[in-house]
């Protein structure tokens, strides 16, 4: 059990330092850098998708005696319409934009620029409580180190993901330690959705290679959706792309040595 703890609470404090940059950092974010960051976490987020959550599905669903490709496919294919349907549903305002998206509701502008965090991190604590939950089950495949890695893996990408959202926030007018409450609670739902899935996944383990492939679908939805429009937009977009080709090789590096 310290192993899962540590899986879970890992993600939560990248968000939390990053969002902690509020006290040390007097002006927003720069631009580029902020494309740099933007492109990383899409590279850790496609990556960990890949060597943590599609082929262990596929390896799974082979043992198991399935279609090796079809509980991929099918929970993928999940994962990108939950992922759709939440950004259709829940309030929320991108950065650096005044239209607000989802369901239309009287909510402060900083409230709604923190519920499109909460809602990219939803499939990042999914996959974290998914992945814990295979290293916990028998003949998964999955270890508790490579369950380890991909926690390191969002934690990192966490860390600017803070620092992007309380910064801006400062900027509005909002104080140091709201806005950095505010970033903070923004990465809450990721321990809270990891432990929802382990509770789920651990009790029917024959759904597991679904799962994994659903948490998949969702991340890569965001990567796709947000991360690198956002990181491509404007000049210098090739600043976004070295920052990709960063988070990418280093997440793989780590699913890889430490799996």
Do not use: C
Request: aromatic share 6%; net charge negative; charged share 15%.
């Amino acid at each position: 059990m310290e192993n899962v703890a540590i899986g879970l609470l890992i993600p939560f404090l990248g968000t939390t330092l990053g969002s902690a940059m509020v006290f040390f950092m007097r002006k927003e974010v720069n631009r580029k850098i902020e494309k740099l960051l933007l492109g990383f976490a899409a590279g850790v987020m496609i990556a960990a998708s890949m060597w943590s959550l599609i082929i262990p599905s596929m390896d799974m669903a082979e043992e198991q005696g399935k279609i090796k490709w079809l509980p991929a496919g099918i929970g993928f294919s999940l994962g990108i319409m939950f992922l759709l349907a939440l950004d259709h549903i829940i309030p929320h305002l991108h950065l650096k934009t005044d239209k607000p998206e989802g369901i239309k509701a009287k909510l402060k502008n900083s409230t709604m620029m923190v519920l499109a965090v909460t809602l990219h991190n939803i499939p990042e604590g999914m996959a974290a409580g998914v992945v814990l939950a295979g290293a916990m089950a028998q003949n998964s495949g999955i270890t508790f180190a490579g369950a380890i890695a991909l926690s390191i893996g969002i934690a990192i990408q966490n860390f600017p993901e803070g620092a992007i959202i309380s910064m801006p926030l400062r900027g509005e007018g909002v104080s140091k330690s709201k806005a950095f409450l505010y970033g903070m609670l923004s990465g809450i739902v990721e321990p809270i959705g990891a432990i929802i899935t382990i509770l789920i996944t651990s009790t029917v383990v024959p759904v597991l290679p679904y799962i994994l492939a659903f948490a998949a679908g969702a991340m890569i939805y965001v990567v796709v959706e947000e991360l690198i429009p956002e990181a491509q937009e404007g000049a210098h977009s090739n600043i976004g792309t070295i920052g990709f080709a960063i988070g990418f090789v280093l997440m793989m590096m780590l699913d890889v040595a430490l799996g």
